[in-house]
Each structure stands twice: as structure tokens, then as C-alpha cells.
């Protein structure tokens, strides 16, 4: 939710600005602004739309400086217009900021400063912040760094910010709660932003702050401490991606190269886990908490969206495997209960981003009630695997179309890896059969890999029911939540609205739906409730329902009842929702690219949900 750049060095600043605000897109993109200091003095632009309309409305504008900080951002208070875009500018002028969070107690600051005199041009929460600095800048005649640390102590909210003070202009304050703010040290240059990748192509060297860190970035140096002036010893990380990654590699769109990479992604979350015989597992990550999984009483899995899908897989997996209780909660539900939970419970937060408020604030639940936390994250040093007490990273790479692909079957796969780990642990699952179900999981890159191969039968389903109004998907025991799955990646990108069932709960109300003009998907791979399935394709039929079944290759049966088929290849484990999402996401993206829909960028929604 908004992407924050800023930078000092000795380079341009625009470019690195622009380039790196464009890379970040994918957490905002309904206005977008940039703030260069030219002659120590703040040169602003700012626009409702795009980076790309930003740059257009800067054209030959003044560009010139060697520092400045730049924003896209996802409204939160206030419409996306030109004025209410940011950087956001103090009343007299002295500060200059660009935030991403949420100021909770925005209206009382806001009467506060208007009673002392302040007034305000825009309708957003940070220039109250902005205004904030400025009057305790102003009053109690500290420095910059001081009247920001001291203003954020009266904030309730999210914020990551970046700050800088026409009275102090070689330097650029930066803050964080909740909001995600990494430091890229450079040679005589540093960068700040809401992730590393805008800085990528100029050091790997970084520094993630941490909740109420604040960081005051000079020319020479970067000085980190808390918004309490205690003195923070940052640890400087070296980051493990490069700039190929997150680029689209030739493909239309990010999300079309991110379903084709995960046959390599998956590798990527199997490599060093699954050794060469597939006899044994290794997770490093959560060996100091299995004491714990083995003991638990209950699981429970909390995430948001896609991860929450990936979680319901969890359940089967757990259940399966581990024979452990578990629950699935949605993030935002689970932390507005009051649950019962101890510490014989563990919770496993499951995050792409590792940022989303929601998943988080369960988390810091989870903590205050004693159960021990482990997170499933794809982005290495993000909030939430630096909170948990014990966590195993996806490794499927930076994910930056909005709509998740291979976060999904990376956490998926990251929890089979799981499940059976803790199952072998319980002694619950033989040798003979551990080595045969991680042997089907390590085969699952290739199969994709040639499931891939037949994309363009998708694209024939997706020609003939582009226009469309609505879409159900349906599927039974494992394949509920790829129904689920393939519904939200529909409706998020393409607008159609669509929705997943469990199959058999169809006749509970759905069915009242079916008519000639609705496609209905099944997922009908052959595994226990096969048989029952084709019961209910048949039910879809009868009512002249269009079909369209994601089968088991070599299937007869459903083949020759439903309208279309997709095959998949063969599973008799739960391992198949792996393969079945594939022609799901691919459906997705041609209709969403059928109907000249963003598909990186779908409207009103932002890859990170910081706020909640
Ligand atoms: C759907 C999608 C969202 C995210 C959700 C959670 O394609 O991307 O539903 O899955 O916002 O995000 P993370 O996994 O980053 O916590």
C-alpha cells in the first residue's frame, strides 16, 4: 500500500526516483510524486495516475538534484486527485514528506494543530503529520530528526516516512511502524524504500528497520535509532535477488512470467530441503520449534486471500499427515475474536509479502496469548518473519503482479514439506511412504513444466467465455480451495464476478444460479470424491449448466459429460491442487488480457495491504 524512494548520493536522483517508484507499483498506482532537492531547496511534482503520467507532467521540467524522495501511492484518506497525491508540504513550508500507513488518531491531531493555528489544503492523514513536525519543529526549537521522532511518539497508526527539513537539506529522515522502509547502503550514496527492489541495480547491502526505528540518512553516513533516541546497532544484510528477477523477461505481463516460472520457483522452495533420494527433509527454520509442532494440541493457520487458500490446503495436509486439529482463520476475523489460545497452540501465519496489517496484528495475538508463532513468508526480512518465533521461506522469488501465482504453490508446497515432516516426526507415516510422497512433490516442477506446454487449450476456454457475467467454480476435499483460488484470481483481474463452492454444497443454494449462459469449472481430478463429483457434474448438466472440468489425464468419464477439458497430470494425494491451480491462473490472465483489463494492476487493489 504506496511505494516509498528516496535518495542521496551523488547521481542523478530522478531516474533512480522514477525507475524505482515504477518497480513499486505494484503497491499503489493511483497518483504518484517525486520531491527533488535542487540548491538545497524542494522542487515538487506530483500527479493523480501512474509514474509514467508523473514523468509526463514533469517533462522538461527541472529534474536536477542529487537527493529527493518519491511516492506512488493507494488512497487511503482522501480521493486520488493531484492535490491529495504526495509528497505533502508542512503549512510554512519548512518539511516535506511522503508516507505509507494509516495516522489512526489523524482527526484529533488535526483539530489540535487547527486550534493553534494550522489550516490544511489537502484531505489526507499525512499532511496532518506533515503540519505535526512542523509545529513541534517550530515550538520546541529542536532539530529535525528530534521534532519527527517526537511527533511520531503522539501518532497511533502505520507509517513508513520519509522526511526532509528545508532547514537541515543535506540529510533525509526516515521512519517505520508497521510499513515496510529497507536502507540500501551504497558507495557515498543510500536509498530508502518500501522494498529493495528500487535500489537493486545499485548495492545489495541493506538495512531493514525496525518497528519505530528511525533513520536520519546524511551524505556521508546513516545514523539508526528508535523514535525514543535509544541508539539502534543495525545489522547490515546482503540482499539475495537481482534485477533480472524482477523484470518481465520477455513475457506481456508479470503475471503470465510468474505462472510460467513455477517449475524454477518451486525448485527454488525444494532446493536444499528434499535431498537426492528423497528419503529425508530438511527445514531448518522450524527445528528449533519442533518440540513444539509435535506437542501441539491444535494449529492454527491464519493469512489473508491467496495465503488463506493456501492455508485451507494446509488443513488437509496437517490433518492428513501430522494428525494434528487445525483451524483456518481469516487474519482479519482471528484478530477481532477473542480466541482461545495458549501456549500449547502454534500458529502459522502464512504471508507472500510478510507485510499484510491483518496477518501481523493475528500474529502479535497469537504472541500476547503464549502460542508460538512460525511464519511461511516469501519476502526474506519482511515484518512478519521478523516477528515470528520460527519460520520456513517460500524462495519463489519477488512476486509483483498483484494477483498471486507462485507464492501459492510455493506456500503450498512449503506446507506439504511441513506436513510431512512433522508426520515422519509423529512417526505417523512410514519410510517406505515418506520417500513416495516427497518423491511425487519434487516431481511436481516437471509436471508443470509440461502442463505448461498446453496453455493455448486454456486460451481457447477463456476466447469462448471472455464476455461472461459470472463464473462458479466447484471442487471437493483438496480442490475446495483451489475452487476458491480460481475465483478470486477471476474476479480480481478480469472484474467478472465468480465464486467457489465446495461442489456438493452447490445443491444447498447455488444451483438456483445455473443456466445455459453459466460457466461452471469443476475440478474433477480423480482422487476419493471423484465419484461424487461427476454426481454433481451431472446435476450442472441437467440444468443445462456449460461445464468446464479440470480432469486427471487419461480421464473418460467427466470428459464425456462436460463441455471442455483440461487435462492436468495424475495425483493421488493432495499434491494435485499444485498442478490443478495451473490452468486456473492461466484462465484468469487470458480473459483478464481478452477484456483489456491491467493485469499487473488490477483496479483498486495494491499487492502489499499494509493498513486494514
Ligand atoms: C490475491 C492476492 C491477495 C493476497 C492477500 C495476502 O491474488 O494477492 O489476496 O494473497 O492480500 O497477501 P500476503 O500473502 O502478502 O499476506
Redesign the pocket.
Known sequence: MCGIVGYIGYRDAYPVIINGLKRLEYRGYDSAGIALVDNLKPVIYKVKGKVSDLETFVGDGNRNGYMGMGHTRWATHGEPNDNNAHPHVSMNGKFVIVHNGIIENYSFLKKKLASRGYSFKTDTDTEVLANLIEYIYLFAKVSAADAVSLALRKVVGAYGIVVFCVDEPEQLIAARKSSPLVVGIGQNEYFIASDASPFVDYTNQVVYLDDENLAVIGKGAVQIKTIKNDIVNAEVRKIDFDAEEIEKGGFDHFMLKEIFEQPKSLRDTFRGRIDEHHSSLQLGGIMPVMPKLINARRLIIV??????HAGLLGEYLFEEYARVPVEVEYASEFRYRNPIINSEDVVIA???????AD?LAAIQLAKKCGACVIAICNVVGSSISRVADAGVYTHAGPEIG???TK?FTAQVSVLTMMALFIGRAKFNISAEKYTELITELNSVPEKIEELLKTASAVKHVAEKYKDSSNFLYLGRGCYYPVALEGA??LK?ISYIHAEGYPAAEMKHGPIALIDEKMPVIFIACQDKSYEKIVSNIQEVKARKGVVIAIVSEGDKTVSAMADHVLEVPKFNTAVGALTAVVPLQLLSYYIAVMRGCNVDQPRNLA???TVE
Not at 493469512?303 to 488463506?308: I, M, P, Q
Not at 502464512?350 to 499484510?356: D, L, R
Request: glycine residues 12%; proline residues 0%.
Open positions: 493469512g489473508c486471500g491467496t495465503s488463506w502464512i504471508s507472500q509479502s510478510g507485510e499484510t496477518t498483484v494477483a498471486s507464492a478470486l484470481k480480481e499487492k502489499s495491504v
